[in-house]
């Protein structure tokens, strides 16, 4: 398959860039790594009237880190961020979130704003994004704007930005000293979309006590959601194989899904029972081990 004809721009600045996306509006696509956009144009599931590659935007290329958290410019390839040695240190469930990201191959183009406006239910980045309470910056004709994660997670391949706005940065806050973490998830084959993805931070006392907990989950969802009925089951309480466990049941009532190809609600809903259990093992792990 090849796509529909389309008018193609390559802006060189951000500002340029905004131009573009409020001359043509809803007829114009944002071409970032394109491993998701251009299958969908080959396909003709995607038929822009115009295609504005914002690849030579090199201004948003970049990770620096501040006082509590990790600025990365929108258009830093997925691979970069998880390999850089300061992610992996300050952020290191950004990193292992990443290496879940299709093939090396993909990650190699795909980009850190590419997968956040492209909105897929089980994309990792928005999971931790979400889990760590970050945030995202948007530019538009009326100068730039900052976002929640829930603000930006719209809907199912939805983000809440306008068509004349385009994502520039995203902040992650780095994990204190008194805090651990964990992410895994399910699917078919490495690679594939996650059926079930869970993240967490935890933040712990004296005792095994945790004293805060966000937890996220991922393709159960239209989105990726926070589980708050986890987060406060864990919250207060000393992290023992029974709290565990009751906070895992209550995955169940984040999940909003139907019955589909891949996975059926029931078994997804088992899975993120399961998945929750194993991550928060995992990050009491790493916390007794460090």
Same mark, same amino acid.
């Given at each position: 398959?090849?796509?529909?004809?389309?008018?193609?721009?390559?802006?060189?600045?951000?500002? /340029?860039?905004?131009?573009?996306?409020?001359?043509?509006? !809803?007829?114009?696509?944002?071409?970032?790594?394109?491993?998701?956009?251009?299958?969908?144009?080959?396909?003709?599931?995607?038929?822009?009237?115009?295609?504005? !590659?914002?690849? &030579?935007?090199?201004?948003?290329?970049? $990770? *620096?880190?501040?006082?509590?958290?990790?600025?990365?410019?929108?258009?830093? +390839?997925?691979?970069?961020?998880?390999?850089?040695?300061?992610? +992996?240190?300050?952020?290191? $469930?950004?990193?292992?979130? @990443?290496?879940?990201?299709?093939?090396?191959?993909? +990650?190699? &183009?795909?980009?850190?704003?590419?997968?956040?406006?492209?909105?897929?239910?089980?994309?990792?980045?928005?999971?931790?994004?979400?889990?760590?309470?970050?945030?995202? %910056?948007?530019?538009?004709?009326?100068?730039?704007?900052?976002?929640?994660?829930?603000?930006?997670? #719209?809907?199912?391949?939805?983000?809440? $930005?306008?068509?004349?706005?385009?994502?520039?940065?995203? =902040?992650?806050?780095?994990?204190?000293?008194?805090? %651990?973490?964990?992410?895994?998830?399910?699917?078919?084959?490495?690679?594939?979309?996650?059926?079930?993805?869970?993240?967490?931070?935890? &933040?712990?006392?004296?005792? =095994? $006590?945790?004293?805060?907990?966000?937890?996220?989950?991922?393709?159960?969802?239209?989105?990726?959601?926070? #589980?708050?009925?986890?987060?406060?089951? @864990?919250?207060?309480?000393?992290? !023992?194989?029974? %709290?565990?466990?009751?906070?895992?049941?209550?995955?169940? *009532?984040?999940?909003?899904?139907?019955?589909?190809?891949?996975?059926? *609600?029931?078994?997804?809903?088992?899975?993120?029972?399961?998945?929750?259990? &194993?991550?928060?093992?995992?990050? @009491? /792990? *790493?916390?007794? =081990?460090?």
């Amino acid at each position: 398959m090849k796509p529909a004809p389309f008018e193609y721009f390559v802006p060189t600045s951000v500002e /340029e860039a905004v131009e573009l996306l409020a001359r043509h509006g !809803d007829d114009a696509k944002v071409l970032a790594g394109g491993q998701s956009l251009v299958p969908m144009m080959n396909f003709r599931l995607a038929q822009p009237a115009v295609l504005i !590659d914002i690849n &030579r935007i090199v201004e948003l290329g970049y $990770i *620096r880190e501040g006082d509590s958290s990790i600025a990365i410019g929108a258009m830093t +390839r997925q691979r970069v961020v998880e390999t850089s040695p300061m992610v +992996r240190d300050k952020c290191a $469930i950004l990193s292992e979130a @990443l290496a879940n990201v299709g093939h090396q191959a993909i +990650r190699n &183009r795909g980009t850190m704003g590419g997968t956040l406006a492209h909105g897929d239910p089980a994309a990792e980045v928005a999971t931790v994004l979400l889990t760590l309470g970050g945030s995202v %910056t948007v530019a538009g004709p009326q100068g730039k704007r900052e976002l929640s994660p829930e603000e930006l997670l #719209a809907g199912p391949y939805a983000a809440g $930005i306008s068509s004349d706005e385009l994502i520039v940065e995203i =902040n992650f806050p780095i994990l204190a000293a008194n805090e %651990t973490h964990g992410f895994l998830e399910m699917s078919r084959r490495h690679g594939d979309f996650a059926l079930a993805g869970v993240a967490a931070v935890l &933040r712990m006392g004296e005792g =095994n $006590i945790c004293e805060r907990a966000r937890v996220a989950l991922c393709g159960v969802a239209p989105t990726p959601v926070r #589980a708050t009925e986890v987060e406060n089951q @864990l919250t207060g309480k000393r992290l !023992d194989a029974s %709290t565990i466990q009751a906070a895992a049941e209550l995955a169940s *009532r984040a999940v909003d899904c139907e019955d589909e190809y891949h996975a059926s *609600r029931e078994y997804r809903t088992h899975l993120c029972q399961v998945y929750v259990r &194993r991550t928060i093992q995992l990050a @009491l /792990e *790493r916390w007794g =081990n460090n």
